[in-house]
């Protein structure tokens, strides 16, 4: 796999009537243009919805040399319904679904979503490679944060890691980063601006309505933020990172963030 220095998000408001499924395929396209190759997202993503979007962008799209990933392990419904399965049956299901919905044979990458120690049996590793062997998906990663990171590396089941990278993180977590690096698990950095929600400013669209209901319901001030262009390029730094992800529904956004980084 060949991973451009940058990733896209088919995730947030791209999984919600907030922003339009052709408003969503012009950014993949520019993306795309602009020399993106890697793309993620997930079930849980407005219960399916940005995976069909990103499905249906591929029917354009020379897929041979694009990254595609998805996650299995929580679903949505509703605005804030989640479930959490990571059943070697709900796993199944889950990338079955997905799969599905892209209208691919199989992805890149599967991504487990927390996986905790409990979940990661000998039962779940053994349907996770039938699946492989099938083609659902190439490698499988593992996404998440603080401890789950440690466990994933402790697991030593995962090809990839997806990570928060930004300069606001602790000690442990640099620490965890650091052992993947060392491990030659390639690491692809979300949450590169901070963990501190957005400024707030008046809403010019409807898809500026998703962060502000997405900052009410969280709980967390977070440690800092820095802008997003920045925050991709400190994070394109860190040894281990082969690809920083971000999102947006604006293609001023996605031109700022393009902007200065040589994608490959």
């Known amino acids: ?10 995730s ?12 969503t395929l012009a950014l993949i396209e520019a993306a795309v243009a602009g020399g993106v190759r ?27 040399d694009l990254v595609i990933c998805t996650k299995a392990g929580l679903t949505s419904h509703g605005l804030a319904g989640r479930r959490r399965d990571l059943s070697p049956d709900g796993v199944e299901t889950s990338v079955r679904a997905s799969v599905d919905r892209l209208d691919v044979e199989g992805v890149d990458i599967l991504f487990l979503h927390g996986a905790a120690p409990h979940e990661l049996d000998a039962a779940l590793l053994a349907r996770l490679r039938a699946l492989k062997q099938a083609g659902a998906f190439r490698a499988l990663g593992a996404a998440g944060r603080g401890a789950a990171l440690d466990w994933a590396l402790d697991a030593g089941w995962f090809e990839v890691l997806m990570a928060p990278v930004h300069p606001f993180l602790d000690s442990a977590e640099t620490a965890a980063l650091d052992r993947a690096a060392q491990a030659g698990l390639p690491i692809l950095a979300i949450e590169t601006a901070g963990d501190a929600a957005p400024r707030l400013r008046t809403p010019r669209s409807l898809a500026d309505l998703y962060p502000l209901a997405k900052r009410m319901r969280s709980n967390s001030g977070g440690r800092g933020r820095i802008a997003v262009p ?30 200065g980084i040589r994608l490959s």
């Open 230 to 259: 920045d925050g991709l390029k400190q994070a394109l730094g860190r040894p281990g990172v082969v690809s920083a992800l971000f999102t947006t529904t604006r293609t001023a956004h996605l031109n700022s963030n393009l902007e």
């Open 12 to 23: 947030g408001a791209h999984g919600t009537p907030l922003v339009s499924a052709s408003e």
């Open 38 to 64: 890697v793309f993620d997202t997930a079930p849980s993503y407005g219960a399916g919805e940005a995976e069909r979007r990103l499905g249906l962008a591929l029917k354009d799209l020379d897929r041979s």
């Open 1 to 10: 796999m060949k991973f451009s220095a940058l990733g896209f998000g088919v």
